[in-house]
């Protein structure tokens, strides 16, 4: 069982959409971050987080330690947000991330 | 430079023969990683440098696989008597310092062995 699991792996919402991407860990962790990669692109860090809450524009990103979980949320979608979104944690000291399998988000116009 | 800079951006090869990836990351960036996204696979981790000396280098798959850093600067992996189960997009990330600090990450090599 991987430690890092994403749900939905494919998800496909009409422009203007309320999105929600979520993310389940399995350890301990000292940081949860989201990334994003477009098509034939590199990676982009959307957030790092450890608790709470962050915003960034229409991004949202929530992280409940207790429960081990983590939502991305995308407001008023666009087409433009069409791309993988990957959740992946570090645990203690390491600087390793562990990541999930993506999910796909197509967002059609 | 402004981002993480990797070349090439593609590589193709003959299986047998050696490659070498090459990474420039953001300068001041003391911390970098090496990961492998193989179609199907997800994104792996194979190592990590902090400044020149590598404390991890345990995602390496095998001793055909070696990396280097010098000067605290530029990071070249190095892939000898490649095999097709390595081809994969191979992406590297520096950051300020290693534990949890946010990483950027360069656009990768995708890398063919055929």
New interface residues.
Partial sequence: KNEVEQSPQNLTAQEGEFITINCSYSVGI??L?W?QQHPG?????LF?L?SGKKKHGRLIATINIQEKHSSLHITASHPRDSAVY?C?V?AG??????????TLLTVNP | GAGVSQSPSNKVTEKGKDVELRCDPISGHTALYWYRQSLGQGLEFLIYFQGNSAPDKSGLPSDRFSAERTGGSVSTLTIQRTQQEDSAVYLCASSFSPANTEAFFGQGTRLTVV
């Fill in positions: 000292s940081a971050h990334l692109g590199g990676i982009v860090s790092m450890s990957i992946a570090s000291s390491n600087y390793k991330l562990t990541f999930g399998k993506g």
